[in-house]
């Protein structure tokens, strides 16, 4: 069984970057898609990021386009999100999640396995 640890949140400013590390455990990540969701305060968890098992497709949301970049490296069994420009709304609890022979979708149902999270916090 697949399980996965966040790290890598903080306190950081507007306009600062911030990368978050998810380790997996139990499974290889090269059969493994990676996503992350996040969850504001008060707020529905959403979708941030995906990876598709073989690298070759990414989704993005579009609040994150062009400031986030996803990635996994096999030999550390680690995926990554890079966080840059980091915004105040950007502030939120940061869940990996991961699904066997993935394609990196946008929906939670899809993930079978994931982390307990990692907060980041974007001061203004």
């Known amino acids: 069984q697949v399980q996965l640890a966040e790290s890598g949140g903080g306190l950081v400013q507007t306009g600062d970057s911030l990368t978050l590390s998810c380790a997996a455990s139990g499974g290889p990540l090269g059969i493994l898609a990676v996503a992350w969701f996040r969850q504001a305060p008060g707020q529905e968890r959403e979708f941030v990021a995906g990876?598709?098992?073989?690298?070759?497709?990414?989704n993005f949301a579009d609040s994150v386009k062009g400031r986030f970049t996803i990635s996994k490296d096999e030999a550390k069994n680690t995926g990554y999100l890079q966080m840059n420009s980091l915004k105040p709304e950007d502030t939120a609890t940061y869940y990996c999640a991961a699904q066997q022979y993935g394609v990196a979708s946008p929906l939670e149902r899809a993930y079978h396995a994931w982390g307990q999270g990692t907060h980041v916090a974007v001061s203004s």
């Open positions: 990876i598709a098992y073989t690298g070759g497709t990414r």
